[in-house]
């Protein structure tokens, strides 16, 4: 795969690019995008930009009845100066490849997948918005397209790049949502498929998220799947706490997301000598620290999410403010440096910024 070359076929009509001040999450797309395939006879071969379109695929193809697929979500950024840049994509290449192992999907050359996001987002460098708070999501995935109904993986894939101009994930934005920590439904389980960014993850989580948005919530906070106890994730991001000066988080269990936000967010604070520490944190703890006035902070973190202030959670039909409802000086930290280093008005200390020409 590694020194295959990309194909680029123009659209002849380009569309209207979006007003950046109204921009809301994944419903815009850009002009092109990147596919190409894979059979056991030719591995991973085809790597071609065409205009962005419908696919066809065949009704049996096992992505449709049994959820074969992957995928990943980064960003690209635009600075003052018009250049367009992304944060750590071969960390998301890595992880999209350790979803595969997970899925049963061929690996991609991870060094060739991060070219073709280069060259596309080079060639769509016009759509990356430049209003605070936008930028242009990438969305990497891989498809089972066998026609075949016997449970078994697929021996034909799809591996696709769409572009999206975003704004904020929440419509909150930098603002603190609601969440309710989820007390009926799990989202994964010890040797599940929790740590893998694959679609029935994020099916599953549905139901919860539609019973509390009832409620005025944003998200649930997912607890493990076995005691319904310890604090996970909150299916598009991962969650920190500052409890009495220390910033804790839950560690990697196998069953939640190892966010890059997350990864960089640890190494900001250790960077800032602020303590972080990595554990299995109970719901019970979080309750009691916030019973004791020691609960400080909660935000999460993630791609689409960045960082997140929690204002309030709700625990057996009790809600927890936190901070008065407002974003903490931690949260405010992270957000603007993180951007900061994104957007090119912070110095990239850990060299975590590739410049796409
Ligand atoms: C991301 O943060 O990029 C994600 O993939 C979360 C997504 C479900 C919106």
Redesign the pocket.
């Known amino acids: 795969m590694g020194n295959q070359e990309i194909k680029v076929t123009h659209t002849t009509s380009k569309k209207t690019k979006p007003n950046p001040d109204t921009l809301e999450?994944?419903k815009i797309f850009t002009d092109h995008m990147f596919i190409m395939d894979y059979s056991q006879e030719n591995g991973w071969h085809s790597p071609r930009i065409i205009p962005y379109q419908p696919i066809t695929l065949d009704p049996a193809a096992i992505v449709f009845h049994y959820g074969q697929t992957v995928?990943?979500?980064?960003k690209a950024y635009k600075t003052k100066e018009g250049h367009a840049r992304l944060f750590r994509p071969n960390k998301n290449m890595e992880r999209l490849n350790r979803s595969n192992r997970r899925l049963c999907i061929p690996e991609i050359d991870e060094e060739f997948a991060l070219q073709a996001i280069e060259k596309l987002v080079s060639l769509e460098k016009e759509w990356i918005p430049t209003a605070p708070g936008t930028s242009l999501?990438i969305r990497p995935f891989i498809i089972s397209t066998e026609p075949y109904l016997g449970v078994a993986p697929s021996k034909k894939y799809q591996f696709i790049i769409i572009l999206s101009p975003v704004g904020a994930?929440y419509k909150e934005g930098i603002n603190p949502v609601r969440i309710a920590v989820e007390q009926t439904f799990v989202r994964a389980v010890n040797g599940g498929t929790g740590e893998a960014?694959t679609a029935g993850n994020?099916a599953s989580s549905l139901k919860a998220q539609e019973v509390v948005s009832e409620k005025g919530y944003a998200q649930v906070l997912w607890l493990d799947g076995l005691e319904k106890k310890y604090i996970e994730e909150v299916?598009?991001?991962n969650m920190f706490f500052k409890v009495d000066g220390e910033v804790i988080t839950p560690s990697l269990n196998g069953s939640i997301l190892e966010?890059v936000?997350r990864n960089s967010v640890i190494a900001l604070l250790k960077h800032w000598g602020i303590p972080v520490t990595e554990k299995k944190i109970s719901m019970d703890e979080i309750y009691e620290a916030h019973q004791n006035g020691v609960l400080e902070e909660a935000f999460g973190t993630?791609?689409?999410?960045v960082i997140s202030p929690v204002g309030e959670l709700a625990w057996n039909g009790e809600p927890l403010t936190i901070n008065d409802g407002e974003i903490g000086n931690i949260a405010k930290k992270l957000y603007d440096t993180l951007t900061g280093i994104q957007y090119g008005t912070e110095k990239d200390v850990f060299n975590w910024v590739i410049e796409v020409s």
């Open positions: 999450f994944g995928f990943e979500g980064l999501y994930y960014k994020y299916g598009s991001m966010g936000t993630g791609t689409a999410a």
